[in-house]
């Protein structure tokens, strides 16, 4: 019997600093699932990092993952985010 074929996985590492909105999660989580057959895995980063860091690892058709980045880069932009723009630490209190 020959093995199944690897699921499509979204691996994600967030930069230790950044936070994730539960809701634009859920529908990342739900597009991967729903439009290309993928699940979402996520990891926290241990070092700076400018943005979270997208890898499709798994069986990605190259069609198929030609529009997947088209389709998640919009996604991970809602789903994470860092509050470095506030500059609390320049806050007086």
Do not use: K
Request: hydrophobic share 45%.
């Amino acid at each position: 019997m020959s093995e199944p074929p690897l699921q499509p996985v979204l691996l994600v590492i967030v930069p230790p600093d950044w936070e994730a909105d539960p809701a634009a999660l859920a529908e990342l989580r739900r597009c991967l699932a729903d439009e290309f057959g993928a699940r979402l895995s996520l990891r926290q980063g241990t070092v700076p990092m400018r943005e979270p860091l997208p890898l499709y690892c798994g069986v990605w058709p190259d069609s198929v993952r030609w529009h997947a980045r088209r389709e998640v880069r919009p996604r991970l932009a809602q789903a994470f985010f860092n509050l470095d723009w506030l500059n609390l630490d320049d806050a007086a209190v």
